[in-house]
């Protein structure tokens, strides 16, 4: 949150993905029930992808991607900074932040890489990365903004911040907002084959198809749409299903093809 300074949604993966940014909005929003105003974010292929286009489109009034090289506009930057040099620096599992940096708070204890280069016993896990890393952004939200004349930190924690003072433009979501926050209609129009609908949502194929009423597979609708074009409007965050439409009329509810015939054998057994 640009305003309190508090993070208030990530995400932790391999590469940046537009599922790894989904996953962060949508931890913010199922957490806070916030509703963002406007949303800032830098050009990288994840965020300008059209599937987290969609989204952001959706869930805030504005939303606009920061100029490139111009890292004082970037509100971010300037928070996971103070992040990094105040909180995981002190981590012994600290890696150190981008590889140009000439900062010492930013960069690894080369003594310590060098240890753990000998011992790799001592290296975290993943999962204890990740545990150590929600430690520190629960510290990180529990402090103040100033400092006393001891240094430490005081006053209002930026989480309390963040989740007090309400903005005359922050919408409080309820139960049934959340349910269709993450639901857009994507950009393109998507053609059923014989194979059904195929989409790519975060670099991941996805295959939906109409079943029949007697479950056993898309023969009727195949028949009757085959090679015609539709808009697909589906939940980003939880992609098992989608709705077609065309020209904004719904005709159909497609299903994930794999999963929905591991539950039709699931059925079947029973």
């Known amino acids: 949150d640009a305003h309190a300074g508090a993070i208030i949604g990530y995400s932790v993966a391999f590469a940046e993905t537009a599922g790894m940014v989904t996953e962060a909005l949508k931890i913010a929003i199922d957490t806070h029930k916030n509703k963002p105003y406007q949303l800032q974010y830098d050009n ?14 959706n869930m805030s009034r504005v939303h606009f991607a920061c100029e490139p090289y ?48 000998k011992n790799p016993d001592r290296l975290f896990t993943q999962v204890e990365i990740i545990k ?3 430690y520190a952004i629960s510290e990180w939200n529990a402090r103040g903004e100033k400092r006393d004349s001891f240094g430490r930190w005081v006053g209002e924690s930026k989480i309390h911040r963040y989740e007090t003072i309400q903005h005359e433009k922050r919408a ?34 996805y295959t939906f198809i109409v079943p029949d009423a007697d479950n056993v597979g898309d023969f ?10 539709f808009e697909v409007r589906i939940d980003m965050a939880n992609p098992i299903m989608c ?4 020209k904004g009329v719904v005709v159909a509810h497609a299903y994930e093809k794999e999963r929905y015939r591991s539950e039709e054998r699931r059925v079947g057994k029973e």
């Open 132 to 134: 150590e890393f929600e």
């Open 44 to 57: 990288s292929s994840a965020n300008i992808s059209s599937a987290v286009q969609a989204l952001m489109s």
């Open 70 to 117: 111009k890292g004082q506009g970037k509100y971010v930057e300037g928070i996971i900074g103070h992040f990094q040099q105040r909180v995981l620096r002190n981590r012994e599992d600290f890696k150190g932040g981008n590889i140009t940096t000439r900062r010492q708070n930013s960069k690894a204890n080369p003594e310590l890489l060098a240890e753990l280069q």
């Open 243 to 246: 709705t077609l439409l065309q």
């Open 220 to 229: 009727m609708f195949s028949n009757e749409h085959l090679g015609e074009k």
């Open 172 to 205: 409080k979501l309820n139960y049934f907002d959340m349910l269709s926050m993450f639901v857009t209609t994507l950009k393109k129009t998507y053609k059923y084959t014989t194979r059904g609908i195929e989409i790519e949502i975060s670099k991941k194929d």
